[in-house]
């Protein structure tokens, strides 16, 4: 039975806290990255980095331990929400606080870690920081993966269904995007205010959105207590064999999203980082983008690829989300390789446009499937388990692979007290395009199956 239409209420908060959410997601992913490249390492004397851990490496176990924490949290809370059977006191609350711990970075700096204790040396208040920051980005990740990976996924299934779904994952893939614009934007908020004021700023908004949710949004659940479910027993429900056979569908649409998040995040939480550091020298170059013969060109790669896109969107249903599905797997993949050898900023630009449209459509068509397919009466007990997919395997492998190609590319950066850092090289992005390239091997035996959930029922 299809649910009523989407109100202007719902509408409001789907936006509101989908855009907000992937806000604080993109600058977790790549401000904190060079929150301790820039400002952590950057301001440490040469031998206190000589006696840590590398950059990359402690990226990559900051973005490997939220990540951990995220899927931990989804199943726990996940299945509270659908235990106590509500929504909207875990977004609302879990956005507020969410915002206050971000805030918090604000304080975190070698000087304020060397108030707090005796340290014998430089390096142990630069290990003492990297840990502070990476503590605090864990605890940040559990208020986040409270509020919008747990209840404001569960709480997005509950209000759609398969007529308004490709509809809703299109404002919702749009989200990321927009998010990733304005978060690059701020970065000259960041080089002219500060990191502190920075997260400040960030907190507070992301704060004001949990507060105005309190007000605005209406729970998808009754508030009742479910006492017909047991609660220990369902966080490893979505792990059964039997359950698995049962949805190979839904499991087939995960392996998919699990291999080209992994891609994303080969790359992702090394970006800001790689454009500032690389030969691209990007951010001191972008005027050139804006100039002479290189500005028609940025401008018709844009018009294009925004073209193309909505194309995709608008057409999607009369093209076929299977045909769609491959062309932008296809996009996405080899976008990814021709990124690699992108050596100026224009072939840069140029060559992620393919990718970014490909991105954004696997994300739409591939949520939608999701969705669509994961069971109406235990949303909340499948949000850990897509979470599994989409953050665990993801953020953990993804970064590795990005260091161990920083190893062995010998690029480094020297910061103004001469200390010299390891930095991710464009490699990244051609292993990313390669493995993007493998979701293939789910997705074939997924179109195989069948993704119109109104010709199959179940399998």
Known sequence: MSKPKLGLRVWFNLILFGFMGQVAWNVENMYFNTFLCNFIYGNATP??????????????????????????????????????????????????????????FGFISLDNTAKLGHFSSAAGILTATVWIVIGMDCLMTFMGSTSNDSAFNAWVTDVTDTENRTTTETVLSIMPIAALGAVTASGAAVTKLGY??????????????????????????????NKSSHYWADLFYGMRPSVIKENSRLYLALLTLCIYNTAFQV?????????????????????????????????????V???????????????????????C??????????????RTPLTFLVSCCPFLVGYAMLGIIVGAVIRDFTPEDKTGLFQGVRMVFMVLIPMVAGPRLASI??????????????????LPSSLMFLIAGILALTMFAAVIPLLKKGIDPRKVKND
Not at 90 to 96: D, K, W
Not at 288 to 301: E, P
């Open 267 to 303: 790359f992702f939480p090394y970006l800001i980082v790689y454009l500032q550091h690389s030969e691209l020298d990007f951010l001191n170059k972008l005027p050139t983008l804006f100039s002479g013969s290189s500005l028609i060109i940025t401008v018709v790669s844009l018009v």
């Open 405 to 422: 190609a920083a190893k062995n590319s010998s690029i480094t950066y020297i910061n103004d007290l001469g200390a010299e850092n390891i």
């Open 47 to 104: 031998d206190a980095v000589k006696s840590s851990m590398s950059v990359v490496d402690a990226v990559a176990w900051m973005v490997a331990l939220s990540a951990v924490v995220a899927v931990i949290t989804t199943f726990i809370m996940g299945n509270l929400s659908d235990k106590i059977n509500n929504r909207k006191i875990f977004i609302s609350v879990g956005y507020i606080l969410w915002g206050i711990v971000t805030g918090c």
């Open 196 to 225: 502190p004021v920075f997260f400040f700023g960030l907190g507070g908004f992301v704060t004001l959105c949990g507060i105005l949710g309190l007000f605005t949004m209406k729970d998808s659940r009754s508030g009742e207590v």
């Open 329 to 342: 797997g296809l996009l996405y993949g080899l976008g990814l390789i021709a990124v690699s050898f992108a």
């Open 305 to 327: 690829t925004v073209a193309v896109l909505l194309f995709f969107i608008l057409r999607v249903n009369k093209i076929g989300k299977g045909i769609c599905l491959v062309i």
